[in-house]
Antibody, heavy 123, light 107 residues
Framework: QVQLQESGPGLLKPSDTLSLICAVSGYSITNNYYWGWVRQPPGKGLEWIGTIHHSGTTYYNPSLNSRVTMSVDTSKNQFSLQLTSVTASDTALYYC????????????????WGQGTLVTVSS | EIVLTQSPGTLSLSPGERVTLSCRASQSVTNSYLAWYQQKPGQAPRLLIHGVSTRATGIPDRFSGSGSGTDFTLTISRLEPEDFAVYYCQQYANSWTFGQGTKVEIK
């Protein structure tokens, strides 16, 4: 059974670069599904950040596109997120995700989620 | 960007009741590219429905989705104690966006 585990610094200063890793276990990242990131500010709703395929194809939220980079490390079976020039508004619980593996699924349909990692941006 | 507006913000209901949650889009959601998720406190969201009306694996048939164009609905035919949660709709027809959520709480 696939499991996703986020890791990375929990506290950043304004203008820092946020770097998170999602370690995938129980499933090969090179199988034909998309992997991604969603965030949730404390007490608020969900925001899609971006999605990546092991082939390198990426889709980013247009509102974050200029600051986001995602990559895949097939040797470690993990993928990563970088978000530059963070501000307090980037404070959130960051989830890594995998596309749902059911029939007719679309890359945006998120069937598997990590437990999330809280990133706080504060001076 | 398609903006999704969910209503109501909060519903106070009793177990056994029927629930209807609304998700309205600022422009047409094509190809039935709409999903619903459930999130309980302290947990990650869980996929309930995709393609407007297709239940995800393991989702009970008391959950159903319907709608087209700009108006979509998630119905829970009979509320179970484990259904009290926040529900989000998501469109993936034009970029990918979520609604702000509807909280279903115990009355």
């Amino acid at each position: 059974q696939v499991q996703l585990q986020e890791s990375g610094p929990g506290l950043l200063k304004p203008s820092d670069t946020l770097s998170l890793i999602c370690a995938v276990s129980g499933y090969s990242i090179t199988n034909n599904y998309y992997w991604g990131w969603v965030r949730q500010p404390p007490g608020k709703g969900l925001e899609w950040i971006g999605t990546i395929h092991h082939s390198g194809t990426t889709y980013y939220n247009p509102s974050l596109n200029s600051r986001v980079t995602m990559s895949v490390d097939t040797s470690k079976n993990q993928f990563s997120l970088q978000l530059t020039s963070v501000t307090a508004s980037d404070t959130a619980l960051y989830y890594c995700t995998r596309q749902y593996d059911g029939s007719g699924s679309h890359p945006a349909v998120l069937g598997c989620w990590g437990q999330g990692t809280l990133v706080t941006v504060s001076s | 960007e398609i903006v999704l507006t969910q209503s109501p913000g909060t519903l106070s209901l009793s177990p056994g009741e029927r629930v209807t949650l609304s998700c309205r889009a600022s422009q047409s959601v094509t190809n039935s590219y709409l999903a619903w998720y459930q999130q309980k406190p302290g947990q990650a969201p869980r996929l309930l429905i995709h393609g407007v009306s297709t239940r995800a694996t393991g989702i009970p048939d008391r959950f159903s989705g319907s709608g087209s164009g700009t108006d979509f609905t998630l119905t829970i035919s009979r509320l179970e104690p484990e259904d009290f949660a926040v529900y989000y709709c998501q469109q993936y027809a034009n970029s990918w966006t979520f609604g702000q959520g509807t909280k279903v709480e115990i009355k």
